[in-house]
């Protein structure tokens, strides 16, 4: 059976930093596409960042740009989300997904509050 | 960026009754749509791509359109298929868009 797991999630304050991991199992992870989406409490997703199946190529939505870093680690089949310099606006349940066009399997997301 | 817009926002049906859902794009998408079901708490599910049903999705769910206008239709409502349904475009590598959802519920 496909699994993404996520973790990483939590209460960080304005400015602060947080590294979201995703753990595959029960496909060839080094074989796809790899996404971050993520959903603000009440909204539809939102796409985040993606990687290539080598980590050659990477893409991000512009409000995370410089921000937001993806990697992945194929050897442990895992994916990372680093995001710094985070804002209210970054609260939202995120999401590993697998694909580079329709998504699917999707992880049980992880929820990142950013607070004071 | 395209913007998806689904209608409507919240659908009432019954058990057993047919529902129809939209979803427009603001500029050609191709036929490079998808259609996700989520329940609370849950991750989306993806049902349908391409108008192509995701394995092991019912067959009483099917997708149709290409351009800017699709539907997803559910033939018969059973009680499980009550939740939110997303259309997704991913005409726009590497940038893809969301719907902002309809809500079937209970009529």
């Known amino acids: 059976e496909m699994q993404l797991v996520e973790s990483g999630g939590g209460l960080v304050q304005p400015g602060g930093s947080l590294r979201l991991s995703c753990a595959a199992s029960g496909f060839p992870f080094s074989g796809y596409f790899m996404t971050w989406v993520r959903q603000a409490p009440g909204k539809g997703p939102e796409w985040v960042a993606n990687i290539k199946q080598d980590g050659s190529e990477k893409y991000y939505m512009d409000s995370v740009k410089g921000r937001f870093t993806i990697s992945r680690d194929n050897a442990k089949n895992s994916l990372f989300l680093q995001m710094n310099s985070l804002r209210a606006e970054d609260t939202a349940v995120y999401y590993c997904?697998?694909?580079?066009?329709?998504?699917?399997?999707w992880g049980q997301g992880t929820l990142v509050t950013v607070s004071s | 960026e395209i913007v998806m817009t689904q209608s409507p926002a919240t659908l009432s049906v019954s058990p057993g009754e047919r529902a129809t859902l939209s979803c427009r794009a603001s500029?050609?998408?191709?036929?490079?749509l998808a259609w996700y079901q989520q329940k609370p708490g849950q991750a989306p599910r993806l049902l349908i791509y391409d108008a192509i049903r995701a394995t092991g999705i019912p067959a009483r769910f099917s997708g149709s359109g290409s351009g800017t206008e699709f539907t997803l239709t559910i033939s018969s409502l059973q009680s499980e298929d009550f939740a939110v349904y997303y259309c997704q475009q991913y005409s726009t590598w590497p940038s893809w868009t969301f719907g902002q959802g309809t809500k079937v519920e209970i009529k």
């Open positions: 500029q050609s998408v191709s036929s490079n």
């Open positions: 997904a697998r694909g580079r066009g329709w998504l699917d399997p």
